[in-house]
DNA sequence: CGCTCTTGTTTCGCTATGAGAAACACTCTT
DNA sequence: AAGAGTGTTTCTCATAGCGAAACAAGAGCG
């Protein structure tokens, strides 16, 4: 089958065709030779042809023999190696620039790395006047809005073991009881999202939303963040609306079913 | 490139070397025409080519124009087909298989549809004389071992909604008693296993642990259960480590990091 | 800033490959 | 037991995919 007008095409015809395989596969689930064959308007034995190749690679398997194809372990381990953590901002910098462009402020991913916070990716707002690089820093999890999402989300035990170590001082504001930090953390997984001010450096707010991957787990974060008088606890919440619906279409590039 | 000495081989050339392609990015992240070129020994035309298939398809995508190329949100989307929970008992079947030789007792892949256990792969054991066929049998949460597991990994709120419903009692040994279950609880996340003896049904216990997928949710379990008479608090956590063992081979398979 | 080198991209002619037709083998259904 | 349907194999032929050569663009160096 031709799908181009062109008389010669830039892309592999069978390779294309190999690929509408996999699609059909991931789609229906465990299929037969003759029904892809229908779908795909492909000739059985071609179709045979593709899947033994698949097959022979580790992209598919059949279930038994003579039996119907599915996709195998080895689409799982390409997947694996696209959405490796540090790639994550590949992924979210177009929504990021949007997101930007629609609130004004900087936006931030903040990948957690079991003890503190580390930004991999920066998007600069139209607000900003000067601009701050948080790329490569790292910061506490306790005091920044996308650190309270990963302390809210995590584990219980996992959690209290960083409680355990002592929480430090940075301004007035920090929170550094336990119990009053659980209780804020309660209404993040309540509310879906964080919002700090002035708990890490005074004049600094921000709105985080966190990113899932493909089991539900969480991968990283997305934060607004700007001087509190423009980031207020007044328009924390409509500024939180922009940020998880970032998060979700950055959830749903990294696998994680979108929400109907 | 040939890699076998028949005349002619049954596989597809060119959707060969695409997956090839497909692996190279997997392992390396980001990477140029030219060295995929010399890596697989494939002429660069070639590989631009295949890559230009690849990236119509979504499969690849071109970090700027004449840039590197990575793995895009296509193979993403392909390994979400992949994972689905309810293929989950084709990609562990094989290591169940090996578990139920091992240790001689039944092993059950179990998951959690939120507000009960239901399994869906059964092995039956060497040892067993009677197999009851559990395979779309449903079981409630807080008697089996495997459901223990599922209440034990969840967010605390969602296992307080469940609670909150009360806990049925099935024998004498079923703990209904909220407090004394969510000790019990923390004692299965602090093992990372579940043992469960005649909470359900007397004479009957269970050995169960977490499979997981790649963002680290839990979306099954592995279960080795059997008569009481021969799954004891004696060698439970022998058998608990053969368990473990399986869960975290399965896990692996679904994406989830593998433990160094 | 200009030149050189490297790499991504494009074009073209040729042949080895991938296509479909036909047939075979196996399983399921009646 | 026979027929239907589907997975698998074989064979011939047309063309798609290959590599060589050349071009275009960007990076690095003097």
Known sequence: MSNTSETRSTTVHSVDRAISILQVLARRGAVGVTPISEELGVHKSTVFRLLATLEA???????????HYQLGYGVIQLAAGATRK????????????????????????????????????????????TSVNWVGQRSPLHTTASGQVFLAMMRPEERQHILDRGLERYTEETVVDSERLETQLAEVRRLGYAYSVDEHEIGLAGVAAPIRSLGGGVIAAVVVSGPSFRIT???????????????AAISERNGFPKAE
Not at 57 to 67: A, D, I
Not at 233 to 247: G, I, Q
């Open 86 to 129: 540090h790639d994550l901002s590949v992924t979210s910098r177009p929504i990021c620039m949007a997101l930007a462009d629609e609130v004004g402020e900087t936006v931030n991913i903040v990948i957690n790395d079991g003890e503190e916070a580390i930004t991999i990716d920066q998007v600069i707002g139209s607000a900003e006047i």
């Open 57 to 67: 690679r580790g992209l598919v398997e059949q279930n038994s023999s003579r039996g």
């Open 233 to 247: 606890s007044e328009n924390a919440s409509e500024l939180a609306e922009h940020v998880l619906a970032a998060a």
